[in-house]
């Protein structure tokens, strides 16, 4: 075996010096977010791949109350950077334990522990004042989606300034957009196809000190309970939806977002009261920029107002998530 010379040991140093510098930069400039709006927050995306520079291409390290989670898609490192590891002690807000995980929709493996504290169980994140139930174990989200965080406290805001509003969360993972609402003195219904994901969001209400046998836990087929609903003559101020890319609906034909989404948020449209409005969002990256908002307008057409919404600050690179919020006029 031959060992490398001191030049080369100097090369890597060096190497890695300027990758932890420049991590910490941007780690920096996220710090004012973890002052929050309506509280603190510490879940946020620390570094945002290429957006945060070309050296970062393909690599993402997200926090969560103090455990980084670093991700890759394919384009960046295999395996966890050497760096990253001296990174933790440095940062603005040192890091408890870091976390590797390759993103992967079809697999969806659970990050594998690298330094620190190992984590054995579920844990808690605040985004906004708003706490959230965390399982790195969960699968292929750890129960939160950070990319949504600004449009979270947006609806919060909204339902706060409308007392006694109304709001249907549709594809409602772990309920975090319901919660928001709830904050905000809002009643909720909560629907996913998944009793767990709803088990999930229940105990999301609870940890927020909000009462979830006095909101709604919709269980089954969105497509099934939005034709249901307007059967029933429900109606809403506010719709949330963020459905998956791709889905099968029970005894309907496959939903694709980049093609069916316009007929999707036509059916919901029908459960929005006037002054009501529709959030949807979509991450899907077939759909060019400005995509989503097109489908949105040529679906709801004349009597509403629609607004694209950006992504948030610690998000500086690719604009994946495309979301409107369609206000009823």
């Known amino acids: 075996m031959v060992s490398p010379s001191s030049e080369q040991v100097n090369a890597g140093w060096l190497a890695d010096s300027r990758m932890i510098t420049a991590f910490l930069v941007a780690a920096a400039r996220r710090e004012p977010l973890r002052r929050g709006v309506h509280g603190p927050t510490d879940a946020l995306r620390l570094l945002d791949g290429a957006g945060d520079g070309p050296e970062f291409r393909g690599l993402f390290v997200e ?28 940062a603005p807000t040192p890091a408890r334990s870091l976390y590797w995980k390759r993103l992967d929709v079809r697999e969806q493996p659970a990050p594998v522990h690298v330094a620190g504290e190992e984590i054995t169980a579920p844990f808690e994140a605040v985004e906004n004042g708003l706490r959230l139930g965390i399982d790195f174990a969960a699968g292929y989200s750890q129960g939160v989606f950070l990319d949504q965080r600004d449009n979270r406290r947006r ?25 928001a609402a ?16 709803l088990d999930w969001a229940r105990d999301n209400f609870a940890r927020n000190g909000i009462d979830p046998g006095a909101h709604e836990f919709l ?28 889905s099968r609906p029970r005894g309907g034909k496959p939903f694709q977002a980049g093609r069916d989404f316009d007929r999707l948020a036509a059916q919901a449209a029908e459960l929005v009261r006037p002054g009501g409005a529709l959030l949807c969002s979509t991450n899907y990256r077939g759909l060019d920029r400005g995509g989503l908002r097109r489908m949105i307008h040529g679906a709801l057409g004349r009597g509403w107002r629609l607004d694209a919404l950006p992504m948030g600050a610690d998000f500086p690179g690719d604009p994946y998530l495309q979301a409107v919020w369609a206000e009823r006029c």
């Open 63 to 90: 926090d969560y109350s103090g455990r980084w989670l670093a991700l890759t898609d394919g384009r960046g490192p295999t395996g966890p950077p050497a760096w990253l590891r001296e990174a933790m002690a440095q």
């Open 219 to 246: 269980a089954g087929d969105v497509f099934d309970w939005l034709r249901r609903l307007l059967r029933q003559g429900r109606a809403w101020d506010l719709v949330i939806l963020d459905p998956p890319t791709f």
């Open 182 to 197: 709830a904050l905000g003195g809002a009643r909720t219904a909560t629907a996913d196809l998944s009793r767990r994901y």
């Open 155 to 179: 609806v919060r805001d909204w339902c706060a300034a409308r007392p006694g509003a109304e709001v249907l969360n549709c594809f409602a993972y772990t309920g975090a957009f319901s919660v």
